[in-house]
């Protein structure tokens, strides 16, 4: 097998963050299983252990992580092996924890870590203001949806005002719910939040985010919408149909 | 700015814009102007997107009224009698809803989630800040503490309680004592010093240094220094005291050291 050429004038440079990794490209699985012997399997699976470590604490405030920062602080050296490091570490985070290591942007490599298992029935022990935000969450979740997978800022609000949520007020349990929605649910990826061309003043569409996309369905979301509105979800027929077509 | 018009359902008002500006464009026949008409389209392309997604909910509307309401009722409204004049023309209906009303829809919520609980370390992390600090006040309150206990004990029931009763006392009355002091001398300033050492007890003496910044801090006494460098202590007047707290850069910190060995 000849050596692998570089292209002209792009040289490898090292410890660059995700730079040279796109630039060079990408090892296949033979390359990878190749650059494998050259490490013990101790090595390796400290990494591999430090590679879910890392995940599970970056999780913690739900904001996705990037490729780039993983190899930043935890691959390193490594890189040449990563998708198997990535891939064993995804294993452990099924086998041990439960949760599944899901990459919502294939462009950008963004990573979320999700739970692999059915919702257990049953208080939750850990009382805090998550649980209330994701009852904030669904609401909005769920109007976006059943208007029709997009919807105005404008229209959104007024829905919200509906609920005593209201933008320019401090709210009782939210605080800040402007900045909630539309920074805290944006980063974490619940949301994203688009401006309409040529608005004036500027309006802006909401949408699910790709987050929401995985933790969430369609068709959960309509399940939750028939349940508050004590109706089947067939009720709202193009919906229903939606949601059954999209996995 | 006719956007509402433009959306409606039952106008043809979109087409016939477009109709328009083809029979203008016809008329083009310089770069600012096709680039108008290139705005135009991008504004005419969105509008007509949104006619078209108006159109696919329209096939089975949703009430979102009704859902407001219906989530209300779950998050266990209390419904009330409504009032004629506000409540209506705003849109919200009546009702107290409850503080724990998000946290019930939140709990609800949940089985339509598949959220990674998230992972924290039972016992907390290292902090990062190390709490010294904190260690030495609490101990001289403590040494203040068990100087009051022994002073009053029969009047002692809660510890806190007398703790600040007695420091307050004692602050009054080193106060007192600096203010007839000078009524009776009032070009001697005192040595601060000869005000605070108690040749008996170096415990009392640090009480006493204690009590004495209380007085400086709320501005009732003057620290200066004399000819000597040596500290003194002089009562102010009552609003030169008051107007030299507000004033910018009139309070100093001063750290006084006083080991045992000094104090001897």
């Given at each position: 097998?000849?050596?692998?050429?570089?292209?002209?004038?792009?040289?490898?440079?090292?410890?660059?963050?995700?730079?040279?990794?796109?630039?060079?490209?990408?090892?296949?699985?033979?390359?990878?299983?190749?650059?494998?012997?050259?490490?013990?399997?101790?090595?390796?699976?400290?990494?591999?252990?430090?590679?879910?470590?890392?995940?599970?604490?970056?999780?913690?405030?739900?904001?996705?992580?990037?490729?780039?920062?993983?190899?930043?602080?935890?691959?390193?050296?490594?890189?040449?092996?990563?998708?198997?490091?990535?891939?064993?570490?995804?294993?452990?985070?099924?086998?041990?924890?439960?949760?599944?290591?899901?990459?919502?942007?294939?462009?950008?490599?963004?990573?979320?870590?999700?739970?692999?298992?059915?919702?257990?029935?049953?208080?939750?022990?850990?009382?805090?203001?998550?649980?209330?935000?994701?009852?904030?969450?669904?609401?909005?979740?769920?109007?976006?949806?059943?208007?029709?997978?997009?919807?105005?800022?404008g229209a959104v609000w007024e829905f919200l005002r509906r609920l005593r949520v209201q933008p320019g007020e401090r709210h009782e349990v939210f605080g800040d719910v402007k900045k909630l929605v539309t920074e805290e649910f944006v980063r974490q990826k619940y949301l994203e939040i688009t401006p309409i061309p040529l608005t004036d003043p500027p309006e802006f569409k909401y949408q699910w985010g790709l987050r929401a996309a995985k933790e969430t369905s369609k068709k959960d979301v309509l399940r939750f919408v028939a349940q508050i509105q004590k109706k089947d979800p067939t009720f709202w027929t193009s919906q229903y149909n939606e949601a059954e077509a999209t996995p | 700015e006719n956007r509402e018009d433009m959306l409606s359902s039952k106008s043809n008002r979109l087409t016939e814009a477009l109709e328009e500006a083809n029979k203008l464009f016809s008329g083009v026949s310089c770069a600012r102007e096709a680039a108008l008409d290139a705005q135009f389209l991008v504004l005419a392309s969105n509008l007509g997107k949104e006619k078209a997604n108006e159109l696919h909910s329209e096939m089975t509307a949703f009430d979102s009224l009704a859902f407001a309401e219906d989530l209300l009722t779950f998050m266990g409204i209390n419904r009330i009698e409504v009032e004629e004049n506000d409540s209506d023309s705003e849109g919200i209906s009546g009702g107290y809803l409850p503080s724990n009303a998000w946290h019930k829809l939140g709990e609800e919520t949940e089985k339509y989630f598949r959220r990674a609980p998230s992972f924290h370390y039972m016992l907390g992390s290292f902090k990062s800040e190390p709490p010294v600090p904190r260690q030495r006040i609490e101990r001289q309150k403590k040494a203040t503490g068990g100087e009051a206990k022994r002073a009053m004990p029969a009047q002692l029931k809660k510890m806190e309680e007398s703790h600040q009763e007695a420091t307050e006392k004692e602050v009054e009355r080193i106060l007192g004592l600096l203010q007839t002091h000078f009524k009776n001398d009032p070009d001697t300033p005192i040595s601060f010093f000869d005000l605070v050492i108690d040749p008996n007890s170096f415990a009392r003496t640090v009480e006493n240094i204690f009590h004495v910044s209380f007085i400086i801090r709320d501005g009732f006494a003057r620290l200066k220094l004399d000819d000597d460098k040596l500290p003194i202590i002089e009562p102010s007047k009552d609003n030169e005291g008051k107007e030299n707290d507000r004033g910018a850069g009139a309070r100093n910190q001063i750290v006084i050291s006083l080991n045992q060995q000094e104090w001897k």
């Amino acid at each position: 097998v000849p050596p692998q050429q570089h292209l002209p004038g792009f040289a490898p440079q090292g410890g660059d963050g995700d730079e040279d990794f796109s630039l060079s490209p990408t090892p296949s699985h033979s390359q990878v299983q190749r650059n494998l012997q050259r490490r013990s399997q101790d090595q390796i699976n400290q990494k591999v252990s430090e590679l879910v470590q890392f995940l599970l604490v970056k999780d913690q405030k739900k904001i996705p992580i990037k490729r780039a920062d993983i190899l930043k602080k935890v691959i390193g050296d490594y890189r040449d092996v990563y998708s198997e490091i990535v891939n064993r570490a995804g294993r452990t985070l099924q086998q041990v924890f439960g949760l599944q290591l899901v990459e919502i942007d294939t462009k950008h490599h963004v990573y979320i870590l999700i739970s692999d298992l059915p919702r257990a029935e049953g208080e939750n022990l850990h009382r805090d203001n998550q649980t209330a935000k994701l009852g904030l969450l669904i609401v909005i979740l769920s109007f976006i949806f059943m208007k029709g997978n997009s919807a105005k800022d404008g229209a959104v609000w007024e829905f919200l005002r509906r609920l005593r949520v209201q933008p320019g007020e401090r709210h009782e349990v939210f605080g800040d719910v402007k900045k909630l929605v539309t920074e805290e649910f944006v980063r974490q990826k619940y949301l994203e939040i688009t401006p309409i061309p040529l608005t004036d003043p500027p309006e802006f569409k909401y949408q699910w985010g790709l987050r929401a996309a995985k933790e969430t369905s369609k068709k959960d979301v309509l399940r939750f919408v028939a349940q508050i509105q004590k109706k089947d979800p067939t009720f709202w027929t193009s919906q229903y149909n939606e949601a059954e077509a999209t996995p | 700015e006719n956007r509402e018009d433009m959306l409606s359902s039952k106008s043809n008002r979109l087409t016939e814009a477009l109709e328009e500006a083809n029979k203008l464009f016809s008329g083009v026949s310089c770069a600012r102007e096709a680039a108008l008409d290139a705005q135009f389209l991008v504004l005419a392309s969105n509008l007509g997107k949104e006619k078209a997604n108006e159109l696919h909910s329209e096939m089975t509307a949703f009430d979102s009224l009704a859902f407001a309401e219906d989530l209300l009722t779950f998050m266990g409204i209390n419904r009330i009698e409504v009032e004629e004049n506000d409540s209506d023309s705003e849109g919200i209906s009546g009702g107290y809803l409850p503080s724990n009303a998000w946290h019930k829809l939140g709990e609800e919520t949940e089985k339509y989630f598949r959220r990674a609980p998230s992972f924290h370390y039972m016992l907390g992390s290292f902090k990062s800040e190390p709490p010294v600090p904190r260690q030495r006040i609490e101990r001289q309150k403590k040494a203040t503490g068990g100087e009051a206990k022994r002073a009053m004990p029969a009047q002692l029931k809660k510890m806190e309680e007398s703790h600040q009763e007695a420091t307050e006392k004692e602050v009054e009355r080193i106060l007192g004592l600096l203010q007839t002091h000078f009524k009776n001398d009032p070009d001697t300033p005192i040595s601060f010093f000869d005000l605070v050492i108690d040749p008996n007890s170096f415990a009392r003496t640090v009480e006493n240094i204690f009590h004495v910044s209380f007085i400086i801090r709320d501005g009732f006494a003057r620290l200066k220094l004399d000819d000597d460098k040596l500290p003194i202590i002089e009562p102010s007047k009552d609003n030169e005291g008051k107007e030299n707290d507000r004033g910018a850069g009139a309070r100093n910190q001063i750290v006084i050291s006083l080991n045992q060995q000094e104090w001897k």
